[in-house]
């Protein structure tokens, strides 16, 4: 079974500074895959950025980058110069071999003019 | 490539009417899913396909609930009778076998708005 958790229900940036999201999990499989989903206030679910297990490397998108610490089950996401259509609803999700996703509760990300 | 695409966008119906979303999933993507998002319970996995068979339908709320997939190309989520707690937004996402190199990303459709009235 696997369980994903985000403790920050909500978030708030200003403009240009950097914040980071908390994302812990749980899974028994071996070979899984973690991943960072937007949702902005248009609904659509936007892939951020996905991360394999068995690569100790960090993922990077462009201003999106991940500290993943394995032993600690910890999958956190860091955005720099926060950007206001940034905000937006962020999901961490947990995905293995079935392709099933679990996805945590989210975190409200807001970006402060 | 079109995305996922999901009908109709938005559905307002009054409470015991039949109810289908339908979802067109990504070519060449051998899974789809099924999720239901409120602001109480987040997002819920209802159901997944593999190769047009279900896999785990054990998120489906109760009996009123049925998904389908005739084929590779086309399903629908229905809801009979529909009860105003049924009022979320529905997305339909697809995926392909995941295996070395794969990250079995999901892809999301844009959302069906319910709500049940």
């Known amino acids: 079974a696997q369980t994903v958790t985000q403790s920050q229900p909500e978030m708030s940036v200003q403009e240009a500074e950097t914040v980071t999201l908390s994302c812990t999990y749980d899974?028994?499989?071996?070979?899984?895959?973690l991943f960072w989903y937007k949702q902005p206030p248009s609904r659509q679910m936007i892939l951020v950025i996905r991360q394999e297990a068995y690569k100790q490397q960090n993922a990077t998108e462009n201003r999106f980058s991940v500290n993943f610490q394995k032993a600690a089950k910890s999958f956190s996401l860091k955005i720099s110069d926060s950007q206001l259509g940034d905000t937006a609803m962020y999901f961490c999700a947990c995905g293995g071999a079935t392709n099933k996703l679990i996805f945590g509760t989210g975190t409200l990300l807001a970006v402060q003019p | 490539d079109a995305g996922v695409i999901q009908s109709p966008r938005h559905e307002v119906t009054e409470m015991g009417q039949e109810v289908t979303l339908r979802c067109k999933p990504i070519s060449g993507h051998d899974y789809l899913f099924w999720y239901r998002q409120t602001m109480m319970r987040g997002l819920e996995l209802l159901i997944y396909?593999?190769?047009?068979?279900?896999?785990?339908d054990s998120g489906m709320p109760e009996d009123r609930f049925s998904a389908k997939m005739p084929n590779a190309s086309f399903s629908t989520l229905k809801i009979q009778p529909s009860e105003p707690r049924d009022s979320a937004v529905y997305f339909c996402?697809?995926?392909?076998?995941?295996?070395?190199?794969?990250?079995?990303?999901?892809?999301f459709g844009p959302g069906t708005r319910l709500t049940v009235l």
């Open positions: 396909f593999n190769n047009n068979v279900p896999i785990d």
């Open positions: 996402a697809s995926s392909r076998t995941s295996g070395i190199g794969s990250y079995n990303e999901q892809f």
């Open positions: 899974t028994s499989e071996n070979n899984y895959y």
